[in-house]
């Protein structure tokens, strides 16, 4: 009711929206904007207990100019499977506030990826540590089996390739029929057989924290922790964040990374 009351009938569409003084829409109104019954919106209206189907809730949440948000509200309160939440339009120029959250996190490691893992931004300290680079990082799954730097870095890459899978198939399963997640594991499968054989497994893990331990070629052993993390107002932005971890003096030699002197030492050509 509250959000009815919020939409005016001239903002609705209706020919008399411009002369009416009440506010709001009528239960009436909505009913036929949404098509639906007036009696069946009324018991939407009053929680009773009816049969509604999601093409009809989001024709109402059309109506009501329900945010993504609301919308979801919506469902729940229906008693129906969420649909996955969406950002609203007025959240979607927050990449700028997120670019100053990983470039803050310099020293240590930072970069965003959007829900396919295909990676948006990331920091200096990533591109040093991590070999992430703009003119070859694209979907981190696929850089994780194909990038030879980031890979002949990483140590126990063996043991931590399951735990990437799983995660990421943790992530299909929030949208089982997405054609962008179909696309990134059939381009995975074509790139590497190892991914393709842990796909089989059909393993599911949710995206948390991975223990990373890689040998810089100029800092030597690094041990780090790699936190997903979710800003609700951008459900389809992952933060991934690198913690360095107390052993082998891992925020020294980060810090040292990003020192001018660190900087000159990373000019060298690279092994791996």
Not at 9 to 30: H, K, N
Not at 125 to 145: E, K, Y
Not at 229 to 249: C, F, G, K, N, Y
Request: net charge negative; aromatic share 6%.
């Amino acid at each position: 009711m509250s959000r009815r009351a919020r939409v005016g009938p001239a903002e609705a569409g209706l020919p008399d929206g411009g002369r009416r003084r009440t506010p709001g829409l009528r239960r009436e109104e909505v009913a036929v904007l949404a098509g639906v019954g007036v009696s069946w919106y009324q018991w939407l209206e009053q929680g009773r207990d009816i049969t509604v189907s999601p093409q009809v809730l989001d024709s109402v949440a059309r109506v009501l100019k329900l945010s993504p948000a609301e919308r979801r509200h919506l469902y729940v309160l229906a008693a129906l499977n969420p649909p996955a939440l969406e950002a609203a339009p007025e959240d979607r120029d927050m990449c700028h506030g997120l670019r100053r959250l990983i470039e803050a996190w310099t020293p240590f490691p930072a970069h965003i990826m959007d829900v396919y893992w295909n990676t948006v931004m990331f920091n200096d300290a990533a591109a040093a540590v991590l070999g992430m680079r703009s003119d070859a990082t694209r979907n981190c799954l696929i850089d994780f089996f194909t990038d030879e730097r980031y890979r002949s870095r990483m140590r126990g890459w063996e043991e931590l390739a399951p735990k990437v899978v799983a995660q990421f198939r943790s992530a299909c399963s929030e949208c089982p029929d997405d054609d962008g997640f179909r696309a990134v594991v059939e381009e995975a499968r074509a790139a590497s057989p190892e991914f393709a054989e842990l796909w089989e497994r059909r393993d599911i893990r949710p995206g948390g924290q991975n223990r990373k331990e890689m040998d810089h070629p100029v800092a030597g052993l690094l041990v780090m922790e790699a936190t997903q993390l979710r800003v609700p107002a951008r459900p389809d932005l992952v933060i991934v964040l690198h913690t360095p971890l107390p052993e082998a003096r891992t925020a020294e030699k980060l810090e040292w990374l990003d020192s001018p002197e660190g900087r000159r030492g990373a000019l060298y050509p690279l092994a791996g």
